[in-house]
Nanobody
Framework: QLQLVESGGGLVQPGGSLRLSCTAS????????IGWFRQAPGKEREGVSC????????NYADSVKGRFTISRDNAKIAVFLQMNSLKPEDTADYYC???????????????????WGHGTQVTVSS
């Protein structure tokens, strides 16, 4: 059974950093694109970043470019989202998801993804 577990969320002051992890259970992430998404209260879920299944190309929402970095671990059972220079508007529940299929590109649309984790909460506040 495919399972994704997010961790690393928490409360951080503006300007601070967090590193989110998305760990796969029951499978490896080799042949999947992985995306990070977030949903703030009262807002739609939005794509934050993704990494492709082939070549490891990445994609970022404009709102996080230059501040967030997505990466995979060598064992290919985890994907990370390093979040720096956090702003209050980054406050949301963060989810990871995988998209079945091989591609050198990845997309940020939530509807593209097939399996989801349950999320981790990130709060940026002083």
């Amino acid at each position: 059974q495919l399972q994704l577990v997010e961790s690393g969320g928490g409360l951080v002051q503006p300007g601070g950093s967090l590193r989110l992890s998305c760990t796969a259970s029951g499978f490896t992430l080799d042949y999947y694109a992985i995306g990070w998404f977030r949903q703030a209260p009262g807002k739609e879920r939005e794509g934050v970043s993704c990494i492709s299944s082939i070549g490891g190309s990445t994609n970022y929402a404009d709102s996080v470019k230059g501040r967030f970095t997505i990466s995979r671990d060598n064992a290919k059972i985890a994907v990370f989202l390093q979040m720096n220079s956090l702003k209050p508007e980054d406050t949301a529940d963060y989810y990871c998801a995988v998209k079945v299929g091989l591609s050198r590109l990845c997309m940020l649309g939530p509807h593209e993804y097939d399996h989801w984790g349950h999320g981790t909460q990130v709060t940026v506040s002083s």
